[in-house]
């Protein structure tokens, strides 16, 4: 007996060359709110948003989207997260070399006579971060170069 089912799931719904709906939908806000902004070089509005919990928030909205691979729309999902830790690395580069430029002016501007010694220092910081990131730890270790990988991250996310 053959059973007619209705498929209604938004993740089962398509739209464009087999896109689910949602994905699509989700993939338009990736590309306004991260990579368009990125290409226009406007890193601050892009900071905000990596900082914030809209980050997080567009990461748990990938996860069941990566669930099924060897599919255009897993390859395409891979792609937007992992373009969005390179536009992570790529702001902690230019933060560097935009304090290392105003370290370097500073320098040149107040020329004085270096002093040598052995200095001590004890510093107090007190942080915090997303469950996600300690199972992410747990899980595959702390990233070396101090960068998740967005893919195991969304394995994390509860």
């Not at 370290?103 to 052995?118: F, M, R, V």
């Amino acid at each position: 007996m053959k059973v007619n089912a209705k498929k209604s799931s938004y993740l089962i719904a398509k739209h464009n060359n087999g896109i689910p709906r949602k994905n699509m939908k989700l993939l338009v806000q990736y590309r306004e709110q991260y990579s368009e902004p990125f290409a226009k070089k406007n890193y601050d509005l892009i900071e905000k948003q990596i900082q914030s919990h809209a980050f997080m928030h567009l990461m748990k909205e990938f996860k069941p989207f990566l669930a099924r691979k060897k599919t255009a729309a897993y390859t395409l999902n891979e792609i937007a997260l992992s373009s969005l830790t390179g536009m992570e690395r790529g702001l902690i580069i230019e933060n560097e070399n935009v304090s290392l430029k105003a370290y370097i002016a500073h320098l040149e501007e107040n020329k004085k006579q270096a002093l040598y010694g052995n200095i001590q220092t004890n510093v107090d910081v007190d942080v915090s971060f997303s469950l996600e990131y300690l199972y992410y730890i747990q899980k595959f270790g702390v990233p070396e170069d101090g960068i998740f990988d967005p893919i195991k991250l969304a394995e994390c996310i509860v």
